[in-house]
């Protein structure tokens, strides 16, 4: 498996032409919760074998980035803030930040003196400043020009507050406050529970430039990986994943929308949990983000405002239920209440998420990215994109499954178990009474009455006036709107479109071709027949004539292929 992406010619089933397709994303989690640095090894072995998934440049030498997220070690923290001379607090009795800082000197000292203000006026004792050791000579050269200058800040908890998210809700609204103050730094992440190690580099370059993470005594029970291969941003230190909840393969294609309503809820929002600190921490999405970024900062406004986590990922992107018949009633009801109140984040995506307690993973409806877990006898979740990207004796592998369309795998390592996608949302979806508020406040259509009045009549000629007043043509008329008049049908139009834009025609465009729909059609993998096939089945295996081998518990196989065209990275997208 090493030297798989390091081939350079065609070699039995596997073809170059298909490496470079998307991101790669991998979790390792101790489902009991036990801490250890094999977490940390393995789930940067991961993210090393994922070499093939990731943006590189023309020269070869930096990466669109790579990163990591861990719950905080507080075995190694101790140790490494002892050595600067600092005291801590048990664990999670204190937050750390991970911060990049600009590397002119004096801005970064005044973003590091501003955040110290921060911390004071918000109540949180802060602690000091740690430089994160890196290793800078392992990069390329164009990394190394734009490399921030990487600090942690330890902060301490306040006595009168609780620790977990009541902790890290009062360190998400300092961050806030500073970040709006100093444009120039980011800040990866702050939090009493996870922090990330990230930048704009290669898969095998994030171990070596953060000695931190080949420490015996950086131990985690929850490691999540990502390598990117950026579609819609360019590359940065600051678009490298994981972000604070998340990591993510594939596009946001609604993002526009999406991010015009929540900031159109602004004005009216309230929480009883942020209270007069609401105004602090608006906007909630920084449009200058990525879209998965997006997504990212509206599920930690969700959280930090009472929702649980794995709660704030099944209302932003919910299975598809509308058209469902044998989904239970109050599940059901659970999300067409959401409904109402949010719309859906839709694109093909794979997202794993974490604050620190749970790890989870959710695939979009349609089921457009690929998304395999194996459970271990030593009870070990190893996730990833693709098969084959730990070692694991099949002896020692009790389970092995891929991640459903629309459904969520959790894991809570709080209580140990891995907890089942049905029971799950069963149990959000009985909490409150959905149904009897949507039978109480919801209006349909169908209800509202038709007011008695005639419908106004034209003429002939009065009507061709109206029709050129407003822009209409000829093909405006016949394939738009009498089709929907005659019949109720949708309209027929090819995407090909060759007339000129509206603000540069000659003409009196309707008011309607002004606006264009927003709409990223992106496949990464690209969809074809074969494609789809693969991947709603259950298990597929190669035989030795080259045929395609579907096993399932109920109904075993074989799905004939004459002439197969499939690589061997195919079969690990499956």
């Not at 009991?32 to 590189?56: P, Y």
């Not at 075995?75 to 999670?92: D, V």
């Not at 015996?216 to 990117?228: K, L, N, Q, T, W």
Request: glycine share 8%; aromatic share 8%.
């Amino acid at each position: 498996m090493e030297n798989f992406t390091e081939r350079k010619t065609p070699a039995g089933l596997y073809s170059p032409q298909f490496e470079h397709d998307n991101c790669g994303i991998g979790a390792v989690v101790d489902i009991k919760g036990r801490k250890s640095h094999k977490t940390i090894d393995d789930a940067l072995q991961i993210v090393e074998h994922l070499e093939h998934r990731a943006g590189k440049d023309a020269e070869g030498k930096t990466g669109d980035g790579v990163g990591i997220l861990t719950q905080i070690s507080d075995k190694f923290f101790q140790k490494a803030a002892a050595e600067q001379g600092l005291t801590l607090g048990t664990e999670r009795e204190y937050g750390i930040g991970m911060f990049f800082f600009p590397q002119d000197e004096l801005k970064r000292n005044q973003a590091k003196k501003l955040f110290e203000i921060v911390c004071k006026k918000e109540g949180l004792p802060f602690l000091g400043w740690r430089e994160v050791p890196t290793c800078p000579e392992v990069l390329g050269h164009k990394a190394i020009a734009c490399m921030p200058s990487i600090w942690q800040g330890f902060v301490g908890k306040p006595q009168r507050v609780e620790t977990g998210i009541a902790f890290d809700r009062r360190l998400y609204v300092a961050r806030r406050v500073f970040e709006q103050s100093s444009p120039d730094t980011y800040v990866c992440s702050l939090s009493s529970r996870t922090i990330v190690y990230k930048g704009m580099f290669l898969v095998k370059e994030l171990r070596l430039f953060y000695p931190d993470l080949q420490d015996a005594d950086y131990e985690s029970a929850i490691g999540m990986v990502h390598s990117r291969f950026s579609t819609n941003t360019s590359p940065s230190w600051n678009r490298a994943h994981p972000n604070r909840f998340i990591l993510h393969n594939g596009e946001i294609n609604t993002i526009r929308g999406n991010v015009d309503t929540m900031l159109a809820r602004e004005e009216t929002i309230g929480s009883k949990y942020l209270k007069d600190d609401m105004t602090k921490v608006l906007p909630i999405v920084n449009q200058g983000g990525s879209d998965s970024a997006q997504l990212d900062n509206t599920l930690e406004f969700m959280v930090m405002n009472g929702m649980d986590l794995p709660l704030a990922v099944m209302v932003t992107i919910p299975e598809p239920w509308d058209n469902n018949k044998s989904m239970d009633p109050k599940k059901r009801d659970f999300y067409q209440y959401y409904a109402t109140m949010l719309e859906p984040w839709d694109g093909p995506a794979s997202i794993l998420f974490s604050d620190g307690d749970v790890m989870g993973a959710v695939l979009d409806r349609n089921g457009l990215r690929p998304s395999r877990y194996y459970i271990t006898k030593d009870g070990r979740l190893i996730l990833s994109s693709e098969v084959g990207v730990l070692d694991i004796p099949a002896d020692e592998v009790v389970r092995k499954d891929r991640l459903r369309p629309g459904k969520m795998l959790l894991v809570d390592t709080v209580r140990g178990e891995l907890v089942d996608d049905e029971k799950l949302k069963a149990d959000y979806a009985s909490r409150q009474p959905y149904g009897e508020w949507l039978d109480r406040n919801l209006v349909p259509l169908s209800s509202l009455k038709v007011p008695n009045k005639k419908v106004p009549s034209y003429t002939k000629d009065q009507l061709v006036q109206l029709q050129k007043a407003f822009g209409y043509r000829y093909e405006d008329v016949s394939t738009i709107i009498l089709p929907m008049a005659k019949n109720g049908g949708e309209p027929a139009g090819a995407m090909g479109n060759d007339t000129p834009l509206a603000v540069l025609s000659h003409t009196r465009p309707n008011l309607s071709e002004y606006f264009k729909q927003m709409f990223a059609q992106v496949t990464n993998p690209p969809i074809d027949a074969l494609r789809e096939k693969i991947v709603t089945s259950t298990t597929v295996y190669v035989g030795a004539q080259g045929n395609l081998l579907e096993e399932d518990a109920d109904n075993c196989k074989v799905l004939k292929i004459e002439n197969p065209i499939l690589t061997e990275t195919d079969l690990l997208k499956i």
